[in-house]
């Protein structure tokens, strides 16, 4: 009787560990972090699918110095018809918030906090690299991708966009305010100026510490 028992609790003991693997998987498939990763792959896939390489270049994890300290950029696509300064986050939920607001609102489950407001950090990033450009204010175009469940609660600049939208954004700038040799100046500026990878990592943990992150913006008060 005993030995059938242990007999029975080692069959299940290693079906347990064949089917630890599947859940891991399992689990990491269900992580915000594998979800963020997979669709800020897909940003990259919809630059690629959408717009003309002949005519749009993207330059991905830019790191450049600035008068705040190193500044990161998922993407600057530069064109004829303007620099984009593209920031990407995964942030689930409802948000809700103006342009000239203090503070955004997110709602997940029930849950209310407050976070920083995205167009005023997306401004400043885009603002800062005019400077390091030597470019006007206006000929570089901030673009903030807001990934994943994603839902706006209230209206956005056309800027804040969801999921694919942005290349509608981007294709929807017609005027010409660069020229072919402007585009040039700017991608060697963009090149001399990129600090090497172990920048990048230390730019990476300043921003996970909160130093101006848009995936750092959550606050901490919240409510039910």
Not at 180 to 196: F, H, T
Request: charged share 20%; with cysteine.
């Amino acid at each position: 009787m005993f030995h059938d028992i242990s007999y029975l609790l080692m069959g299940v003991l290693n079906d347990s560990w064949r089917l630890l693997p599947l859940l891991l998987l399992a689990l990491l498939v269900q992580s915000s972090w594998y979800k963020k990763i997979l669709w800020k792959q897909k940003v990259s896939y919809w630059i690629k699918k959408y717009l003309d390489p002949n005519t749009y270049y993207p330059v991905r994890n830019v790191v450049l110095p600035t008068e705040y300290g190193n500044l990161v950029f998922d993407y600057i696509i530069v064109s004829v018809y303007g620099v984009f300064v593209i920031e990407t986050i995964y942030l689930p939920g409802m948000i809700s918030g103006g342009e000239n607001d203090s503070a955004w609102k997110r709602r997940v489950n029930g849950k209310e906090t407050e976070l920083k407001n995205l167009s005023k950090v997306i401004g400043k990033h885009a603002r800062l690299l005019a400077k390091l450009l030597r470019l006007p204010k206006d000929k570089v175009n901030p673009i903030l991708i807001c990934l994943g469940e994603c839902e706006f609660g209230s209206q956005m600049s056309d800027y804040i966009v969801q999921d694919d939208h942005f290349v509608r954004y981007i294709l929807s700038c017609e005027k010409l305010p660069l020229t072919v040799n402007d585009v040039q100046n700017i991608l060697g500026i963009i090149n001399s100026n990129q600090l090497p990878v172990l920048f990048k990592k230390l730019s990476s943990k300043k921003r996970k510490a909160g130093n101006g992150d848009p995936e750092n913006i959550q606050r901490t008060s919240e409510h039910t």
